[in-house]
């Protein structure tokens, strides 16, 4: 029995831009992970606790995966033939077959509520972990955080990748994208032993800490029942002019925002951690209220203002709409005191730290 694990993330600044080539995010890994077992068996099969009454089967047609229920297992199918396809190529023998099953601390165990934390990402890197476990192959953080990346790619999923950065190499990174589009046509031209050895186009992964004397408080607002129809109305206002120079506009403001938050991290700044934090919720801000979305809702609002009142900095997380919010503190009394108010306002506080880095 095998078993890799991989922890969930939560973006702290930088959504929205990263998904651009190139764009800085700061993104965290925290320690509610997703757990990958494998053992040997006669019969190919994936099952997954979250959906414990359909264990699905899978064999081998030449070097092809297949499965005659592929659906709810798509992204764990396209991580495995991803490894086995860069194993084959090293000269390692694959005609075994086993059986991989998924656990998930990400979501509430006992009502399935998901909070955010990067469930698709996780588990995409633990079973290409495992897998490379299985084929006695090192588990570098660059080469799982590629072979995941192909693995989402293959089967058409999009986003900056930044998940996977930080279930793969753990602790906080600084993330910037590769590029999407070069990368798709590597992808067609190049062997895979050479496309995973080589640089990848725009990428960057460089691990992070925060400043000494902060800490990071994460609450969970729920997810929003429906889209505004203001805003939807607001968002049919805008002719795609408008709305590219509004994003080009974010753009190069969130990337000034972002170079000036790697520093402060990596000169140990908190002041300038803190403004860098609060600048960036303000571009958001901006950002969805000229797009005509609504990133932070007015429970996220709700979270961020009652940190603000008791002197933290605090912002939404990822995509927005709902799930989880942010704010770093400087004091275990003032994290207390912010914990106590998120819960009288109905906002959840999660017990999530940042995991430690990646350590050979």
Request: glycine share 8%.
């Amino acid at each position: 029995m095998l078993e890799a694990s991989a922890p969930g993330k939560l973006y702290l600044a930088g959504e929205y831009a990263v998904v651009e080539a190139g764009y800085p995010a700061l993104i965290a890994a925290v320690d509610q992970c997703l757990f990958a077992k494998l053992r040997r068996a006669e019969i190919g099969s994936i099952y997954s606790t979250q959906q414990p009454e359909l264990e699905v089967a899978w064999s081998r047609r030449g070097n092809q995966i297949c499965a005659d229920f592929p659906k709810p297992y798509q992204l764990i199918l396209s991580s495995m033939q991803v490894v086995e396809d860069y194993v084959r190529a090293l000269g390692v023998e694959v005609d075994t077959l086993y059986r991989l099953e998924i656990r998930s601390d990400l979501d509430d165990e006992q009502s399935g509520t998901k909070y955010g934390l990067g469930s698709s990402g996780a588990v995409t890197v633990a079973v290409v972990k495992v897998l490379l476990s299985y084929y006695q192959q090192e588990l570098a953080p660059i080469l799982v955080y590629k072979l995941a990346v192909l693995a989402q790619l293959r089967i058409a999923m999009t986003g900056s990748f930044g998940d996977l950065a930080a279930s793969s190499f753990g602790g906080m990174v600084a993330y910037h994208s590769v590029d999407r589009n070069w990368l798709k046509a590597a992808m067609t031209s190049l062997p895979i032993l050479e496309l995973v050895a080589q640089d990848w186009k725009e990428l960057s992964i460089q691990a992070l800490d925060l400043p000494k004397g902060l800490d990071l408080l994460v609450g969970w607002t729920g997810s929003a029942a429906s889209t505004d129809q203001l805003v939807a109305s607001m968002q049919d206002q805008l002719n795609q002019e408008a709305k590219e120079a509004i994003h080009r506009q974010f753009l190069r403001t969130n990337r000034a925002c972002l170079e000036k938050l790697i520093r402060a991290c990596q000169e140990n700044d908190k002041i300038a951690v803190r403004e860098a934090i609060a600048t960036n919720r303000q571009q958001l801000q901006d950002f969805s209220a000229g797009m005509g979305m609504m990133i932070e809702t007015p429970q996220l609002y709700s979270l961020c203002q009652l940190a603000i009142d008791e002197g933290a900095v605090a912002k939404s997380s990822g995509a927005g709409g709902g799930d989880c919010g942010i704010c770093l503190v400087d004091s275990p009394a003032q994290k207390e005191r912010i914990a106590k108010a998120w819960e009288e306002a109905g906002i959840t506080p999660l017990p999530l730290s940042i995991v430690d880095a990646y350590r050979k």
